[in-house]
């Protein structure tokens, strides 16, 4: 038994035996196997050795699953006291064929040696294999071993209700439908319609929803590492609830509240491919499991080599809040073309999602990926101002020349007329792109400063679109950002104090309310759409106002 494994937390070290374990070892997926002493539950396997020469399992005692998943159900009789139980453990487990031996307290100094806990299979069905070799480093961070998995059944389909005993499989369902991400582990214990599983965390979210179903093994996998089991998920039968330390626990018959997600490829080439899914509703893994499907979806219809455009729009609708969000962009790129528009396409539903508002949950995502054969790009070349002195009350007109691939080139004006009783002295002309403008505006945006979900949702959508050029004219005067229900928000010229107050880095440092503009204070700002390219770079020119 060790004891203070970490804080307060006794482990039973156990060499596990029978069936294939003198050839697998400790198995990924025999998280949450139940261990019983005459018919008395013990816990759960939950820790192993990686590469460790034999199968030495670390149990987790099932009065600690229990007390910490905290769904307020009374402890069976046979696991109260479960610590003074412990010192009288007899020297052999027996359960299934499989003989656990209760060891004596061993020293291990590997740097292989750490007792942890055993890694979750990932089961990634329906996904291409450039996905999971993508996105198998930042699940493994989680506490996941991504592996290229088998399908899954139908949240609706029959026989949901059939039942889960200890030692059943189960896998919980991050992504379902089309493509399926699912993760599979053992049943512990069934009180009633509550179930206690894995005997570790999950992801130690605490409070969930996660949708688990009936599982089959399919097959043992021996590995050196690891050996890991493949398993087939049948039917969706309950919810989980709670996701602590020592355990994950949840609700037989219950419905996870999922959000229905829609992917739609319209290329000229390939024509349309339609996806549907359901994905869990959690304020972290919702951004990052969109983000692998839309890797994946691009991945099997698209060209992900060599240089390639695409349009990206998307809507994405709130319980809690009036406003959808809106996702628009055009990304180019010479080589890892899905990478970027996966990234991008839920940096904005994260930093939503991160706002802290409590009533804010997705009720329906969708996207449309528009491909756009070859590199779709335009540098910003050149840039004039039909004058160099221009009268208050007067036109100009701006042109700037646009350079592509292949000798491309485009000209394109815009027209301003100088207000009448407009400052005399320097007018500045910045003709640029999107992300030139909406880096100074949006880096002061600072979530805690919006009162409602509608006004951080109402502020992203005012991101520029990249496929524009854009005219700003503007003057070099002291002047803030000051982050509110709208970006850009700017106070021009404020007085010594106020500027003292805004430019302190001392405020700066514990808020982002205000942040110094080196561009200046805005005069106007023009949009000229430029279809299907991307717009980069930027030019700045200079008139004078004068009588």
Known sequence: MLQNLTPKQTVILARLSGGPLSQTGVVQGMSGSPVYIDGKLLGAVALGFPFSKEPIAGIQPIESMITESNLHIETPPLERGISKWISTLMPRLVRS???FDALPPIEVSSPFGNLTQILTPLSFSGFTPATVKAFAPDFRSLGFEAIQGVSAGSQNSPGASRGILPGSMISVGLLTGDMNIT????????????????????????????????????????SLNSSFKVCAPHSWVGTILSDRATAVSGEIGRSAHTIPLSVSVRSAVTGTHDYHFQ????????????????????????????????????QIDFDGASLPLNVRDMFVSDSGLAQQVASDAVVTLAFVLGGGYRSLHPK??????EPIEGKRQLRIAQAWASTHEVRPGSPMQITVVLQGENGQQFTKSASYQVPVGAALGPLNVTVSDA??????????LSQSALQTPEQLIDAINHFRDSNNVYFRLWRQQPTFNVAGPMPGGELTDPPPSAALILSDPSDSATSNAAQTLTRGSAVAEIAVPIPDYVVTGAKTIQVEVKE
């Open 279 to 314: 994905i869990v509703n959690d304020r972290f893994l919702t951004p990052f499991i969109t983000q692998t499907a839309l890797f994946s979806v691009i991945d099997a219809t698209e060209r992900t080599l060599g240089a390639g455009t695409l349009r990206l729009t998307g």
């Open 364 to 369: 329906s995502m969708s996207f449309v990926l």
């Open 435 to 444: 992300n030139t403008l909406n880096f100074p505006d949006f880096a002061g």
């Open 97 to 99: 064929g499989a003989v």
């Open 183 to 222: 993760a599979d582990g053992t049943v512990t214990y069934v009180a009633g319609n509550r179930i206690y599983a894995f005997g570790h965390r999950f992801l130690d979210t605490g409070t969930t929803e996660l949708p688990f179903a009936h599982s089959e093994v399919v097959a043992v996998i021996p």
